[in-house]
């Protein structure tokens, strides 16, 4: 059964209590919290005090997506906010590989993201350092976009690299999930798959959680 990670920036947020309530009741087993900085990415999403009130009410951990510039001014803060994985962006990342080793010294989980042009090939000498790869199915900066089919191929070739090396790092999805494109993903090798707006526009949302759970 994939992981499933809703995210948060789909979500109400003049009531954002009534969406985070419905995560923790849900068969979901992550927020995902997206933070953007209009430089990395077009657009801004919330910051800190936001963040710090969803952990104040979320009884799952937090799955943190930073689509900011450099990344490494943030670990602390968000460690300190009780995130349980972060991500950051190899595009992003001058220094990758000191970078996951920050995250790890403040006690989380590290993971790389990849935009849809970069190759996974880009990961043969760092994904041993990977707690999980999280592969943008759109491009990112906005919730709703279409799903990306490339991401597949690009799937394919990560669960091959993965188990070529032995290892056990887990493939995260974010961009376009949807009970079709989930499908797909997760026979092509998906550990995790984030749904923003597939989830959340809905008036079941907790219905379409359990649907992808089941996938
Ligand atoms: C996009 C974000 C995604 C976004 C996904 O930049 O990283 O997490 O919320 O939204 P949907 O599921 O609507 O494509
Ligand atoms: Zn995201």
Not at 32 to 37: L, R, S
Request: aromatic residues 4%; negative net charge.
């Amino acid at each position: 059964m994939p992981i499933i990670a809703p995210s948060i920036l789909a979500a109400d947020f003049a009531n954002l209590q009534n969406d985070i309530e419905m995560v923790n009741k849900s068969q979901a087993d992550w927020f995902h919290i997206d933070v953007m900085d209009g430089v990395f990415v077009p657009n801004i999403s919330f910051g800190m005090p936001v963040i710090e009130s969803i952990k104040k009410h979320a009884q799952k951990p937090l799955d943190v997506h930073l689509m900011i510039v450099q990344p490494e001014r943030y670990i602390e803060t968000m460690a300190n906010i009780g995130a349980h994985l972060i991500t950051v962006h190899q595009e992003a990342c001058t220094h990758l590989h000191r970078t996951l080793a920050q995250i790890k010294e403040a006690g989380c989980k590290a993971g790389v993201v990849l935009n849809p042009a970069t190759p996974v090939s880009i990961l043969e000498d760092i994904l041993l350092d990977c707690d999980m790869v999280l592969l943008m199915s759109v491009n990112p900066g906005y919730g709703g976009q279409k799903f990306i089919p490339q991401t597949l191929n690009k799937v394919k070739k990560l669960r091959q690299m993965i188990s070529e090396k032995g290892l056990n790092t887990l493939i995260e999805i974010d961009g376009g999930v949807n009970m079709e494109t989930g499908k797909a993903l997760v026979e092509a090798g998906a550990d995790a798959l984030v749904a923003g707006s597939f989830v959340f526009s809905s008036p079941e949302p907790a219905e379409v959680i359990a649907n992808l759970k089941s996938l």
